[in-house]
């Protein structure tokens, strides 16, 4: 039996607004909106989702799963989500040529170099 990936939950002080804010950032619908889950897909019949529940913590530590993102144009990709409230972040990484970024609540992921040829 093959396993179907469903969504990737993320705790998060403020569930609702770090939801709204992935969604604008991926361009994708809310397809759940209750005061225990915020879930959001590429479409409302399209998998997978990402999933937000509330927590009462804040995030620590670096993550130990980020997601990684391909654009077109990597430096207008970056600008719009530092715009949209995104921060530049090290951790550790060094010069690459990939961005660290982390979300309004500190999860960091990585948006890419575009592909060549």
Do not use: Y
């Amino acid at each position: 039996m093959p396993l179907e990936w469903e969504q990737i939950t993320v705790d998060a002080r403020d569930a609702q607004a770090l939801g709204r804010w992935w969604a604008q950032a991926l361009g994708w619908v809310v397809t759940l909106d209750t005061p225990e889950e915020f879930e959001i897909r590429p479409a409302p019949d399209r998998l997978p989702g990402l999933l937000f529940t509330p927590v009462p913590d804040t995030k620590t530590v670096k993550n130990r799963l980020h997601p990684d993102f391909r654009p077109d144009d990597q430096q207008a990709e970056v600008a719009r989500l530092v715009e949209l409230g995104a921060q530049r972040v090290d951790i550790g990484q060094g010069e690459q040529s990939w961005v660290v970024l982390a979300d309004p609540e500190g999860n960091e992921f990585c948006v890419l170099s575009p592909r060549r040829g």
